[in-house]
C-alpha cells in the first residue's frame, strides 16, 4: 500500500454540488474496477475522455432541468488517450475548479511486478506493448507519461495488495462519508470457497431449489433471465427474500443511528452463481428503489 493508504479518499462535500471523479493510473491498476464502483453509486460515468472534452461533459450532464440531471460525474483517463492530454489535463481542471466544479483527481497505482503478474494472469495486452515494445519497457512508459497527472493528484491508491472487492470497497467508503445514510454492498459467494472475510452480515441461501440441477440452466448465472423466472416461480424463494428485507429494513436504521457509513450484506449459495447471484441483485435493486449508495458485488462471478 501506498503512504496515503491508510486514509479513505477524501469524501465529498457536499451531494447537491457538481462533483467531477477523474481515475487515472496505471493500466492494470484497477481503474475500470473503481468507475465500476462510482457508477453504481449513480455517478454518471464515462471512460478514457479526451480532457478537452471535460468541459463539455459536464456542461452536458448537468444543464438545463436540474431535477433528475446528473451532479456527480466521474471520468477514466487512461495511455489510450492522446499524449497531449496529459499535459492539458491540469489546466482542463484548474479551469473546471475555478467555475465552481469540486474536482478530484484519483491516481490508481501498483508495483511493476504486481501489473506483470496481472497481465500474464489475464492474458491481456498492455496498450503501450505494441511494436515488439517488451511489457516491463511498456510500464516504463507509462509511468513516465502519466507522472504529470500524478503528481497533482488528490489521492494515489496503491492497488497492489488489494483485491478486487477491497478496491470497490475503499472507493464506495470514500464516497459513502458524503452522502445521506448507510452505503450497502450486497455481494454474492460461494460456501465451498470460504466466507468474505469483510462480510457483516452473512444469509445462507444453500435452502432454496437449485438451479444447479436443471441441466439447461447450469451453465447460467442468477443474472439470467431463465435463472431469474426459475428462482421467480418458487415460493420459498419469496418467502426468504421477504424475510431478509423484513430483517434489514428493521437493523439497517439501528447502523444508521451508529454513525455507521458502509455495511457488507454477503448472500451464499453452494456454488454462488445461482440463487446468491438471484438474491443479491433482487436485494440491490429493491433498495436501490429507496435508497443512494446500493453496490453488488459477485465474488465468484468475477
Known amino acids: 500500500m501506498s503512504d496515503n493508504s491508510n486514509s479513505q479518499i477524501n469524501p465529498l462535500v457536499d451531494p447537491h454540488e457538481i462533483h467531477l471523479i477523474v481515475l487515472t493510473?496505471?493500466?492494470g491498476?484497477?481503474?475500470?474496477?473503481?468507475?465500476?464502483?462510482?457508477?453504481?453509486?449513480?455517478?454518471?460515468?464515462?471512460?478514457?475522455?479526451?480532457?478537452?472534452?471535460?468541459?463539455?461533459?459536464?456542461?452536458?450532464?448537468?444543464?438545463?432541468?436540474?431535477?433528475g440531471r446528473p451532479r456527480r460525474i466521474a471520468v477514466g483517463v487512461d495511455v489510450r488517450n492522446r499524449g497531449a492530454d496529459f499535459t492539458h489535463?491540469?489546466?482542463?481542471?484548474?479551469?473546471?475548479?475555478a467555475a465552481?466544479?469540486?474536482?478530484?483527481?484519483?491516481?490508481?497505482?501498483?508495483?511493476?511486478?504486481?501489473?506483470?503478474?496481472?497481465?500474464?494472469?489475464?492474458?491481456?495486452?498492455?496498450?503501450?506493448?505494441?511494436?515488439?515494445?517488451?511489457?516491463?519497457?511498456?510500464?516504463?512508459?507509462?509511468?513516465?507519461?502519466?507522472?504529470?497527472?500524478?503528481?497533482?493528484?488528490?489521492?494515489?491508491?496503491?492497488?497492489?495488495?488489494?483485491?478486487?472487492?477491497?478496491?470497490?470497497?475503499?472507493?464506495?467508503?470514500?464516497?459513502?462519508?458524503?452522502?445521506?445514510?448507510?452505503?450497502?454492498?450486497f455481494q454474492s459467494f460461494?460456501?465451498?470457497?470460504?466466507?468474505?472475510?469483510?462480510?457483516?452480515?452473512?444469509?445462507?441461501?444453500?435452502?432454496?431449489?437449485?438451479?444447479?440441477w436443471q441441466a439447461h440452466l447450469r451453465p447460467l448465472s442468477g443474472k439470467d433471465t431463465a435463472v431469474r423466472e426459475f428462482l421467480d416461480a418458487e415460493p420459498l424463494v419469496g418467502e426468504y427474500f421477504t424475510d431478509t428485507v423484513r430483517w434489514l429494513d428493521a437493523w439497517l436504521p439501528r447502523f444508521e443511528q451508529d454513525d455507521r457509513s458502509y455495511v457488507?450484506?454477503?448472500?451464499?449459495?453452494?456454488?454462488?452463481?445461482h440463487r446468491s447471484v438471484y438474491l443479491v441483485e433482487k436485494l440491490a435493486a429493491y433498495y436501490r428503489d429507496r435508497r443512494e449508495g446500493v453496490l453488488t458485488f459477485h465474488r465468484e462471478l468475477e
Do not use: W
Not at 54 to 61: F, G, H, K, T
Not at 89 to 97: K, N
Not at 130 to 153: K, N, Q, T, Y
Open 190 to 212: 460461494a460456501f465451498r470457497r470460504g466466507l468474505p472475510l469483510d462480510a457483516d452480515f452473512v444469509f445462507d441461501a444453500r435452502c432454496l431449489p437449485n438451479p444447479h
Open 89 to 97: 489535463m491540469p489546466t482542463v481542471l484548474s479551469e473546471l475548479a
Open 25 to 27: 493510473g496505471m493500466s
Open 29 to 67: 491498476g484497477g481503474k475500470t474496477v473503481a468507475l465500476r464502483a462510482l457508477e453504481d453509486l449513480e455517478f454518471y460515468c464515462v471512460d478514457n475522455l479526451p480532457s478537452a472534452l471535460l468541459p463539455q461533459l459536464v456542461d452536458a450532464a448537468t444543464s438545463g432541468d436540474r431535477r
Open 100 to 185: 465552481g466544479v469540486q474536482v478530484h483527481l484519483i491516481f490508481l497505482d501498483c508495483r511493476d511486478e504486481v501489473l506483470i503478474k496481472r497481465y500474464s494472469e489475464t492474458r491481456r495486452r498492455h496498450p503501450l506493448a505494441i511494436r515488439g515494445v517488451s511489457l516491463a519497457d511498456a510500464i516504463v512508459e507509462e509511468r513516465r507519461l502519466l507522472r504529470p497527472l500524478m503528481a497533482i493528484a488528490e489521492k494515489v491508491i496503491d492497488s497492489s495488495e488489494l483485491n478486487v472487492h477491497q478496491l470497490r470497497r475503499l472507493v464506495a467508503t470514500g464516497y459513502a462519508q458524503a452522502t445521506e445514510g448507510l452505503t450497502l454492498m
Open 264 to 273: 457488507t450484506i454477503s448472500v451464499g449459495c453452494t456454488g454462488g452463481r
